[in-house]
């Protein structure tokens, strides 16, 4: 027997209201990284994760680049050398 999974009642934004959102945080926050002020490969972070009831309110959104976005979601941070 199938059962179709009811879709979860979050307010999901659909992907324009989503893309005018990041933008928003992104002018807010002046284009840059709200970390090391990096104004590159520029990402919206969701401070309280979605799955943890975060919600897509932009108190909850913040700026960071690439690096430290990724960085954030590691468990521990660990800078990498290159081998001299
Ligand atoms: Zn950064
Ligand atoms: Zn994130």
């Known amino acids: 027997m199938k059962r ?3 879709k979860r009642p979050g307010q999901r934004l ?4 989503y893309g005018q959102l990041r933008k928003q945080i992104l002018q807010r926050d002046g284009w840059r990284c709200q970390v090391c ?3 590159k490969d520029l990402q919206v972070h969701h401070k309280q994760l ?7 309110d932009d108190l ?3 700026t960071l680049c690439a690096g430290c976005h990724e960085a954030l979601h590691r ?4 800078s990498f050398r290159s081998n001299q």
Do not use: H, Y
Request: some cysteine; charged content about 25%.
């Open 4 to 6: 179709i999974k009811a």
């Open 14 to 17: 659909d992907p324009e209201s």
């Open 37 to 39: 002020g990096s104004r």
């Open 50 to 56: 979605r799955s943890q009831q975060g919600s897509d």
């Open 60 to 62: 909850n959104l913040i």
């Open 75 to 78: 468990p521990c941070f660990i």
